[in-house]
């Protein structure tokens, strides 16, 4: 019997103990019971409450944003899907505009599919709505999908990028945050090499692990200590019954899980000792922002095993992009061809996932963006979270990549014909070009 069969079995036969848990929390938070209001009274609704959180699977979190401020104004907001495919869905955030209006220009956020799910970037959609007609990619749990739809690969994922951008456009501007940096600036890429038309007018990559021999993190390590079939081994499991994929290999999202909480384990024992502090205090506020962060944050999902293996053979054992190896569907991946879309790398100080530089790799990797179309900008004090979202993020990131848009934005754009002859992989060697980049 496998890990995953263990953990559904083990949270099926903990169901009763939560649903008396639960009941015994609400007893004690009864303003009618004498005991609420008592030190004993609190501190068994406290221990109750911690035991239901624990034990509970977290299921995806709504977006909820209902409204934008635009020319301070409310304007009501609503979700639509404008494009669907087996395991994704393009999420619009369609702004209740007076007719002519101009929602701002088309800005395609392609979320992490590494474990958490597409509202994670919550803040970052609402920091960036106010001024931009914003799209983003809802990624399905693979447990979700059934057998019958097939599999889902790094290849697939490119294909979807570009489907995407030729849905979407050419007026569109591209911004992906941590992980789909590398397939975003391969598909950007692809299309730069064939002359395409929907190319996006800019591409912005936030804590992207670009190069992940610059500067390498604990989880570059991981990957480079292991072989490919290590990870096949301990990682990827085949999903139980009853679920609607059963019997899919995937990199289970409570393995997953695991791994995020283990790299700063102590931090998150010590919120959990807080929590229970603050529920026996009263103090509702803080225990509230302590929930909303970790009802987003232990909500998780299935990666598809052929991603998975796909992606950490790809980017974190073999480096293929910055090596110039890197192919889709057999064709080369030449980031050398990029000329027409603008680059804009964003990094975070203290990121402890994608190490400083890794994602500034890109510049070098894309020599024939002029001068004036590129920008690098370093956040101090912030992690690998405050890249995209948070006080910090709100305040000095966001203003800055709405301000590249707005630069480089435009219906009608000249775009550079294609250099006669593309580099190959071969022929660009190690790639050491430098490019310029302003701070």
Known sequence: MSYYQWYELTHAALSPARAVADATRLYYKNPLNPLTHTSMGRGVAAMMEMFERVTRRYGKPEFGIGTTLMGGMRVPVREDIVWERPFCRLIRFTKALPSGKDPGPKLLMVAPMSGHYATLLRGTVEAMLPDHDVYITDWIDARMVPMAQGTFDLD?????????????????????????????????????????PYAPLTMTLMGGPIDTRVNPTAVN????????????????????????????????????????????????????????????????????????????????????????????????????LPKGEMVHRGNPVDTTAIRNTALMTVEGEKDDISGLGQTEAAHRLCPSIPDEKR????????????????????????????????????????????????ATAKSRGNGNGKARTAQ
């Open 221 to 320: 390590r991981l990957a480079e200590e292991r072989d490919l079939e290590w990870f096949r081994r301990n990682v990827i499991m085949k999903v139980p019954f009853p679920h609607p994929g059963v019997m899919r290999d995937v990199y289970p999202g409570f393995l997953q899980l695991g791994g995020f909480m283990s790299m700063n384990l102590d931090r998150h024992v010590a919120a959990h000792h807080e929590l229970f502090t603050h529920l026996i205090e009263g103090d509702g506020d803080s225990a509230e922002k302590h929930r909303d962060f970790y009802d987003e944050y232990l909500a998780v999902m299935d990666l598809t095993a052929e991603f998975y293996l796909q992606t950490v053979d790809t980017v974190f054992i073999e480096h293929s």
């Open 375 to 422: 920008v690098h900008y370093v956040q101090p004090k912030v992690g690998h979270y405050g890249v995209f979202n948070g006080s910090r993020f709100r305040a000095e990131i966001a203003p800055r990549i709405a301000d590249f848009i707005r630069s480089n934005n435009g219906i009608v754009v000249k775009r550079a014909p294609a250099p006669k002859k593309i």
């Open 156 to 196: 697939d994922y490119i294909d979807y990028v570009q489907n995407m951008l030729h849905v979407l456009g050419g007026d569109t501007h591209v911004m992906a945050v941590c992980q789909p940096s590398v397939p975003v600036l391969a598909a950007v890429a692809l299309m730069e090499t064939r002359n395409d």
